[in-house]
């Protein structure tokens, strides 16, 4: 096997594009088990790709300024395709990510009140919880092998946000059963996609979905459902909340008074815990991945983190005043979701009337029905908008009043009105948990394993992700010194 793992200079290795093909069939044969697998070289150097899929019209728009069009100007022309919402119903219901309208601008007003009471510093315990059991669990590791931080990562993520949304952790064999029917309804929902293309019909496509889903909804069903009969006998007024479900249960539309029903809040909790942890765990891995690929970016990090706290003991972690002062880590975290962007893609379809895309290659007539794709992995990788675009290089993000590519051509939260609220709660739970590994591990690579990365509903790597952590020692200044 070759070792892909070698960097090739600051490039860290990635699935590359296959050469172009016209042969749509072959594209989506390519695409079964990777929706990455669908991209020509091509791809990456164009404004707008557009193909015929039987008799629909497919674009792939890389434009920014077109970008901006669809997914700011005029969202409500190009609202998400029916297909998100067909390969995600199973799983979320009519959850706030994939319906449209005025069904969807009722839901972002209850999430963005919920969300406004659940603020950072509120829910900055419950992930600094979870950070000290996740370093609890490493710290049992046997130091000489291997760790696959992957699935760390995917277990931190998911206990910070079931600590954010119910304020108990996640045990740990609740977390095997929800990642494994997970991980099974991801690699079905890839290939109902490319099914759904070749116009198979729904029903059959949901019903293979069907059954992992309903693993992960009667789990989170009966958590609402005991805490709903706990509130049964107290008006909801007298709630004072104490996480994300209690702010979701009070939270009242000011347009239209109304409030999430018992089947609503299982849809919004099944999509949060989903929303939550899995971008999350994706984009920890992958910086865990970068750092320890790059070690002079690794001490960096490290000095910049340190050079905040170094006068406090191991036991007194990071708080959310210090995350601010380490602009280089949140560089890094950017510069990884720039390459490695959780959310790939996102696909929306053309309503009411025909319009026209207008690129620097010229103009694309793009009728009613048309799908276009939009996707963080090629936009932030492509060539026209970004130097060295496959390098990785954090300190692109360090000036980004003048980097106009971060305005423009960086979107691994989307952009608009469908913009991710949760890219602060990210950020800061992906800061602090690479800080306190930072604190106690150098991170080092392994040199055999080459890891998989597949594009699924998120991007992820199918065989894990190893690293060594070589604990180091630490000395904490006593006052006196730093006092001098
Ligand atoms: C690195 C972590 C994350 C990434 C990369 C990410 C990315 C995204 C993207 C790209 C979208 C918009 C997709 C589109 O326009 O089609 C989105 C939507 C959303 N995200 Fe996140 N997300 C992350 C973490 C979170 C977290 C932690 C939460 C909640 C705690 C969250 C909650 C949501 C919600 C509620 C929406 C739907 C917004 C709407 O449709 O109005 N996300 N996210």
Redesign the pocket.
């Given at each position: 096997m070759t070792n892909k793992l070698k960097t090739k200079g600051d490039q860290p290795p990635w699935p590359e594009p296959k050469p172009y093909t016209s042969n749509i069939f072959r594209r989506l044969a390519r695409g079964w088990n990777s929706w990455l697998g669908l991209l020509n070289e091509w791809d990456f150097r164009i404004s707008i790709g557009e193909l015929n899929l039987l008799g629909k019209r497919v674009f792939l728009v890389n434009d920014p300024p077109l970008v901006r069009k669809v997914?700011v100007d005029e969202v409500e022309l190009f609202p998400?395709h029916p297909y998100?919402l067909w390969i995600l119903e199973p799983l979320i219901g009519r959850a706030?990510?994939s319906v449209n309208g005025e069904e969807?601008a009722i839901q972002?007003r209850l999430?963005d009140q919920a969300f406004q009471v659940a603020s950072l510093k509120r829910v900055f315990p419950s992930m600094e919880k979870a950070t000290r059991a996740l370093l609890n669990r490493l710290d049992l590791k046997d130091k000489s092998n291997y760790v696959d931080i992957d699935e760390e990562m995917t277990m931190i993520a998911a206990d910070v946000?079931i600590r954010?949304i119910l304020s108990r952790p996640l045990e740990e064999e609740e977390a095997n059963n929800i990642f494994k029917a997970f991980s099974r309804y991801q690699q079905r929902a890839g290939r109902a996609l490319v099914m759904r293309f070749l116009r198979l019909p729904k029903s059959w496509i949901q019903r293979s979905l069907k059954r992992d889903a309903s693993i992960i909804r009667s789990w989170i069903q009966s958590l609402i459902h005991d805490r709903l009969n706990h509130y049964k006998e107290n008006s909801l007024n007298n709630i004072r909340p104490i996480d994300l479900l209690d702010t979701l249960i009070i939270a009242k539309d000011p347009k239209t008074n109304k409030s999430f029903s018992e089947d609503d809040l299982v849809d919004q909790v099944c999509?949060?815990f989903l929303?939550?942890h899995e971008?999350?765990a994706?984009?920890l891995g992958m910086a865990a991945w970068l750092l320890a690929l790059f070690p002079d970016v690794q001490s960096r990090m490290r000095n910049e983190v340190l050079s905040v706290v170094s006068d406090r003991e191991l036991d007194s972690m990071v708080k959310p005043d210090d995350i601010r002062q380490f602009p280089f880590g949140e560089a890094v975290f950017n510069e990884t979701?720039r390459l490695y962007?959780?959310?790939s893609f996102?696909i929306r379809e053309r309503l009411q009337t025909d319009t026209t895309l207008k690129a620097p290659e010229g103009k694309r007539r793009c009728p009613v029905g048309s799908l276009l794709t939009l996707s963080?992995w090629v936009i932030q990788r492509h060539e026209k908008y970004w130097p060295d675009p496959n390098c990785f290089r954090p300190e692109r993000f360090l000036n980004q009043n003048e980097n106009s590519n971060v305005r423009n051509a960086f979107?691994?939260?989307?952009?608009g009105?469908?913009?991710?609220?949760?890219?602060s709660?990210?950020k800061q739970?992906?800061i602090l948990v690479l800080a306190e590994l930072l604190r106690r591990y150098e991170l080092l690579p392994d040199a055999n394993h080459e890891i998989e990365l597949s594009g699924l509903l998120t991007l992820r790597s199918q065989n894990g992700i190893q690293l060594k952590l070589k604990p180091l020692e630490h000395k904490a200044k006593s006052s006196s010194e730093t006092c001098v």
């Open positions: 997914m998400k998100t706030i990510f969807w972002r999430i946000i954010t999509f949060l929303a939550g971008t999350s994706s984009s979701l962007p959780p959310v996102f963080p979107l691994p939260f989307g952009m009105p469908r913009k991710c609220p949760g890219a709660f990210a739970e992906a």
